[in-house]
């Protein structure tokens, strides 16, 4: 005989509710997207945020697993059991890799070009599980400025609801904050790096940048995209919107 599934009262299952609500609004992401990562049927998940049933423990912790946050009161993780070397070190989030999955793909990166005011600059990055390191990793590649490939850690800390993207050199540092996935997968934020001037000169800077999964391009173009290229507006369009969108801000002097 089966042992039937145990409810959370009605007090928690409103506190499981407002707690998701704000985890779709601060990520953008739809309640059709959150569903096919939990592995529920969009009506469960409808009618539990809309208090017509409560919460049970089970659908609370697929929820849990597949926002990488704790939902319930007194539960520091979702109560998920990972192996050995499948939890992310704290300094990154203390994420398990089933939680993170939903990261793992190929990006088109777009940023502005830093010697071109008129053009733009696209690459390719890969984020995939490391086990080397029990970690997400991410890797650039097919850069016209091949010298400045760059191969880092990436940090999903569950508090801020961003992610970071880091390479760190002999202390030296190069951060790449974006937003959680948007229902398309894709991602919007600044990166704060240095920019090689004449001879050793290096200035410090910051720019819009977006991740748009490759599978969303239709023919990906990349290097230095001018104005000529046939998919200039359509880049040009996604390094817009994390500031019409309010992905981040730069703040006037």
């Known amino acids: 005989m089966q042992t039937p599934d ?3 009262t009605d007090e928690q299952s409103r506190e499981v509710a407002e707690k998701i609500r704000e985890e779709l609004a601060k990520r953008r992401i739809s309640r059709q997207a959150l569903a096919e990562q939990a592995k529920l049927s969009l009506s469960t998940l409808e009618k539990v945020l809309g208090g017509r049933r409560p919460f049970t423990l089970a659908t609370t912790v697929r929820l849990e697993q597949a926002l990488g946050v704790s ?4 539960h520091a993780a979702p109560p998920s059991p990972v192996a050995g070397n499948d939890v992310a070190p704290d300094s990154l989030g203390s994420y ?3 939680a993170v999955t939903w990261l793992e793909d190929v990006y088109i990166t777009l940023r502005p070009s830093f010697g071109d005011k008129d053009a733009l600059f696209a690459y390719r990055t890969e984020i995939a599980w490391e086990p080397k390191v029990s970690s997400l990793v991410f890797r650039e590649g097919e850069r016209t400025d091949a010298a400045y490939e760059h191969t880092g850690e990436v940090a999903v800390p569950h508090q801020s609801g961003f992610i970071y993207l880091v390479i760190n050199r002999h202390g030296q540092h190069r951060v ?3 937003s ?3 229902t398309a997968g894709e991602m919007y934020g600044i990166i704060s790096t240095l920019r090689a001037g004449p001879g050793s000169q290096l ?3 910051a720019a819009p940048i977006a991740f748009v999964p490759a599978r969303n391009v239709k023919t990906p173009t990349l290097g230095r995209i001018s104005p000529d290229n046939v998919n200039y507006a359509l880049y040009r369009d996604h390094l817009r919107r994390t500031v019409d969108e309010s992905f981040a801000l730069f703040l006037p002097v």
């Open 6 to 8: 145990k409810q959370l």
């Open 71 to 74: 939902l319930r009161k007194n």
């Open 96 to 98: 398990s890799h089933r």
């Open 176 to 178: 790449i904050t974006v």
């Open 180 to 182: 959680r996935p948007t």
């Open 203 to 205: 200035t410090p800077i």
